[in-house]
């Protein structure tokens, strides 16, 4: 039996909470919303998701957002999502902006950015390696996955020219994994 598609209100308010809980890093919170919390995606759905909002120029979760929006409720729910997604943050920026303008030049606030920064880091690891495990993915994909890490994160490669690369040899490693099964 397929679950009817989340109403408008509905995608407006998980995208509002997805905003209200972001700090420092998305991610792991649309991950949870998305797929545990709402039920909208499965764990495998959500990676593929993901995969091409990475490819899409700007950022991930507001690509999410026009997917997942535009998917569910056309064109309206679309806007709606980037809408909610976006609201609340951009208020909190403009505060935390004019507090931060006030206290940069304390050490305490050089100290807090830093473990901010570090704190960010941990939470796209963790989710990355919990999208790794749960999506299901063929040994093909592992093998894109481990490059992509290669090329970007320890050679320094830029993003664009790596995803040139390793988009059409996935495009070909799904298609001749398609054929063997």
């Not at 890093?25 to 949870?32: F, S």
Request: glycine share 10%.
């Amino acid at each position: 039996m397929e679950m009817a598609p989340p109403s408008l209100p509905n995608l407006f308010t998980g995208f509002l909470k997805i905003g209200l809980m972001g700090f420092g890093g998305v991610g792991p919170v649309a991950r949870h919303i998305i797929v545990v919390e709402r039920n909208w995606l499965d764990d495998r759905a959500y990676a593929e998701m993901m995969g091409i909002c990475q490819a899409l120029p700007g950022a991930n979760t507001v690509n999410a957002a026009v997917m997942l929006g535009d998917r569910f409720r056309g064109a309206t729910g679309a806007l709606a999502c980037v809408f909610a997604l976006m609201a609340m943050p951009l208020l909190s920026l403009i505060t935390i902006a004019n507090v931060y303008d006030a206290v940069s030049d304390h050490p305490l606030a050089r100290v807090a950015l830093t473990g901010a920064a570090a704190s960010a880091a941990g939470l796209i690891l963790g989710t990355a390696a919990r999208l790794l495990t749960k999506a299901g993915l063929a040994r093909w994909a592992w093998v894109m996955a481990a490059a992509a890490f290669l090329a970007v994160g320890v050679l320094r490669l830029p993003m664009l020219s790596t995803l040139l690369v390793l988009v059409p040899l996935g495009l070909v490693a799904a298609s001749l994994g398609a054929r063997r099964v």
